[in-house]
């Protein structure tokens, strides 16, 4: 068995279809990020303690935060991590979709890019790469969607 794992969600993804018909959710994004049918999260084990919305990478099949955006680890990314988990845990992995985290308060007139320590800001670097995340619905929450790097 691998590490990082795609999971299948469809049979996830029909129940939370039924829940949203039960509740009158059907247009609801955060759970229509679920009910979508795609395979846009998996769950990875991790090579280190990850907190929670984070920008990782994948190497050797361990998730990995990545440092900054000086790094050519920019080219690893592999998408976002939805849980925390300390070394050896599994946690989910975001590959794109929307994203909502109360902590957050991003402006919804600049864009989102990759920081430190995968930390996602609204600063634009000055140096190394420049990795777009997606874009900011609303202070709270983001449609994560990675884009390639750009040398600056």
Not at 74 to 95: A, R, T
Request: glycine share 8%; net charge negative; proline share 2%.
């Amino acid at each position: 068995m691998k590490s990082c794992i795609q999971e299948n969600f469809n049979q996830l993804a029909d129940a939370i279809v039924r829940i949203e018909q039960y509740l009158g959710l059907e247009n609801d994004v955060n759970i229509n990020t679920l009910s979508g049918k795609v395979k846009n999260i998996s769950i990875c084990s991790i090579g280190e303690n990850i907190e929670s919305y984070k920008i990782v990478k994948c190497i050797d099949n361990k998730i990995y935060k990545i440092g900054n955006n000086e790094n050519i680890d920019c080219n690893k990314i592999y998408g976002m991590s939805l849980e925390s988990g300390e070394d050896g845990d599994y946690i989910k992995v975001l590959h794109f979709g929307v994203v909502e985290n109360d902590n957050w308060n991003l402006n919804i007139n600049k864009p989102i890019m990759l920081g430190m320590n995968g930390d996602i800001t609204q600063e634009m670097p000055t140096s190394g790469f420049w990795v777009n995340l997606g874009n900011v619905i609303s202070n709270k929450k983001i449609i994560f969607n990675m884009s390639s790097p750009i040398i600056l």
